[in-house]
């Protein structure tokens, strides 16, 4: 086991890297956090002892100076929005989760850090419907998004440094949905939970994914700096489910009534167009991308994850999934009453 003093934390305010900076100082490890917005990081870690940096990942020499004195980078922060946002965001995946990632392995190697915890995405695997897939089942690029296309070259970009820089620890955590508190974005999981709660979800969507607490990947991450191995993937994906049963979850923990119809695939691509629309016409999230739509349809049945290697080596478990949205809802509520 490979323990660590200070950790260098990228995308720190979003979901997973906030739930990341918490627990790294529960440990005791100094946390050094890079945002791109100050009073953002300040708002999400007041009280707390952390050194915010700022910088994008855009401009990776903007902060780069500050890599030095770390143990350890997590590399958290990725540009996920295109299926949220609605439209074509390819240069924006390609600038921020390859070129960025690739620029950002540089500029640790030369301050030093020789140990990363790189986040992936359960995009970069695929198996057949209805089978559990593992870490060894990849994705071919030809098969994938956008969004999962710049996952998988990204992966690619860190393996590539790997093999020129042998000396690097790299490993790779694989999260599912995340769900949690801090969601300030909000991402995705976030926006669902919040549109739920305003009743604007018009019925039950189809299709399968695999949802987990943002704080158990946190942790897996943690874990992965201690006792992975190089260029090894490890699963954080959490627990299969399909919309029906997130909804009754939801359901449970608020008292809020949820849609109890389900939408046919056709309808969802013409709910999709609508919204996208809208979102163009009045600058507001998309409520459900096209891309979303797509994505639902094709990975059908394929959100059931095979966890054995992370159990076995990691030791990793999942808090159950109503604990999950329990917390969130009362994430949720907090900072409602503190922002009055």
């Avoid at 996920?80 to 240069?91: A, E, V």
């Amino acid at each position: 086991m490979q323990d660590f003093n200070t950790a260098f934390v990228t995308g720190a305010t979003g979901l997973l890297g906030n739930n990341l900076v918490r627990l790294l100082l529960k440990q005791g490890v100094r946390v050094k956090a890079l945002a791109r917005s100050e009073s953002k990081a300040k708002a999400q870690f007041k009280g707390l002892d952390v050194e915010i940096i700022v910088g994008d990942m855009t401009d990776i020499n903007s902060f780069a100076k500050h890599l030095q004195g770390s143990d350890v980078l997590f590399h958290t922060a990725a540009f996920f929005r295109d299926n949220y946002k609605g439209g074509k965001h390819w240069d924006e995946l390609y600038k921020i989760n390859v070129e960025g990632t690739k620029q950002l392995l540089e500029a640790s190697y030369k301050a030093g850090i020789h140990r990363v915890v790189h986040t992936s995405s359960i995009a970069v695997l695929d198996g057949p419907s209805g089978f559990p897939i593992d870490e060894t089942m990849s994705r071919k690029v030809e098969d994938a998004d956008d969004y999962y296309r710049s996952k998988i070259l990204s992966e690619n970009t860190v393996r590539d440094f790997l093999k020129t820089h042998p000396d690097m620890r790299i490993s790779f955590v694989l999260p599912g949905w995340m769900f949690g508190p801090g969601d300030l974005g909000p991402t995705s999981s976030g926006q669902f939970v919040q549109d739920f709660l305003n009743k604007k979800l018009p019925g039950i969507p189809p299709g399968t994914f695999s949802v987990v607490d943002a704080r158990d990947v946190a942790w897996a991450q943690i874990q992965v700096a201690k006792l992975g191995r190089p260029g090894e993937r490890y699963l954080a994906a959490g627990r299969n489910m399909n919309m029906k049963e997130l909804i009754l979850e939801l359901q449970n923990v608020s008292g809020v009534r949820g849609p109890s119809k389900p939408i046919p695939f056709r309808l969802l691509y013409v709910i999709a167009l609508l919204s996208e629309a809208y979102a163009r016409l009045t600058g507001r999230p998309v409520l459900l991308g096209l891309g979303s739509v797509k994505l639902l349809n094709k990975e059908a049945g394929k959100s059931t994850f095979d966890h054995s290697k992370s159990q076995n080596e990691l030791s990793l478990q999942f808090r159950p999934v109503i604990e999950t949205l329990k917390d969130v809802l009362h994430d949720m509520s907090e900072r409602a009453i503190h922002s009055q």
